[in-house]
């Protein structure tokens, strides 16, 4: 299954609408298949909401996926502190139960004090309690997507996220190519750089692979990484990705995907352009 859709609610939704509970039929109406709800500031929707939004987006035959709260910090050295972010992730699982949501889009941390190589091992160790914490809770068919992040200061390499993914099945990738992109300072470019990411994962993580959750969107980056997300076709020369490369290698690996868009204001209609590039290719 490949899947297309925007994250949050963009300028367009806004003109026409202001509640959450009219973008399933929106979506439908604009031909996309997936909607990324945000509890970027904290898991706080009741659940009676959670429930009535669940069944509103099943209803339409939308994936709902989320954002996980973005105080979520593994590799902080305070281990009271990470216990404080298993839970997070834990509490926010539980939520998206109620919402028929799986994929949990989670951050892995930030460097603090320390080396990139020693906050690395925290995360690790900690997603291995993680793994536990999911097992006593019942979280079974559930997916936590940790994301490959664009800044220096953060953890979340494609490698080391492949890395976190490893250690258990209910661990996915979301790779957000615009990150990676300004990561490296603009080191995809071609097929052979999109390919890559895929081979890193197929390393670490067998077949696996080929079931991974995605962020597109360009990214603007200086010297340590990222700066901003942009609109797809805004004037911001030498800032990519393109799009056709990765649509490229998608096809040819036949990735199963859920695709959402991060760009600044116009998440819908470059969702629909994204779609309408890969369903035209070949
Ligand atoms: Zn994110």
Redesign the pocket.
């Known amino acids: 299954m490949v899947k297309f859709g925007p994250s949050g609610q963009c300028d367009w939704f806004n003109e026409e609408h202001s509640h959450t509970e009219d973008m399933p039929a929106w979506l439908v109406e604009h031909g996309l298949d997936v909607y990324e709800y945000a509890f970027?500031k904290g898991i706080n929707i009741s659940d009676e909401k959670a429930a009535k939004l669940g069944g509103l987006f099943k209803e339409a035959n939308i994936e709902l996926t989320v954002?996980?709260p973005?105080y979520i910090n593994f590799a902080n050295p305070d281990d009271e502190m990470a216990d404080k972010s298993k839970m997070y992730v834990i509490n926010s699982l539980k939520k998206m139960k109620l919402m028929g949501a799986t994929k949990l889009?989670?951050?892995p941390g930030s460097l603090m004090k320390g080396s990139r190589e020693e906050a690395m091992a925290l995360v690790l160790r900690r997603l291995e309690e993680l793994s536990k914490l999911l097992d006593e809770n019942n979280l079974n068919d559930m997916y936590v997507c940790f994301?490959t992040?664009g800044k220096h200061g953060q953890v979340g390499t494609v490698e080391e996220v492949a890395k976190m993914c490893a250690i258990d099945k209910r661990y996915m990738p979301?790779l957000?190519f615009g990150?990676i992109n300004a990561f490296t300072l603009g080191g995809l470019k071609t097929k052979e750089d999109f390919r890559g990411v895929f081979e890193t994962l197929k390393k670490y993580m067998g077949d696996r692979y080929k079931n991974v959750h995605i962020?597109f969107s360009k990214v603007v980056y200086g010297p340590k990484g990222e700066l901003h997300h942009v609109n797809y076709n805004e004037d911001v020369d030498g800032y990519g990705p393109d799009f056709e490369p990765l649509a490229a290698v998608l096809k040819e690996e036949g990735i199963n995907f859920t695709l959402v868009t991060?760009s600044r204001g116009a998440q819908t209609k470059d969702a629909m352009l994204l779609k309408k590039i890969f369903t035209e290719m070949n």
């Open positions: 970027n954002h996980g973005y889009v989670v951050h994301e992040m979301t957000d990150h962020h991060e």
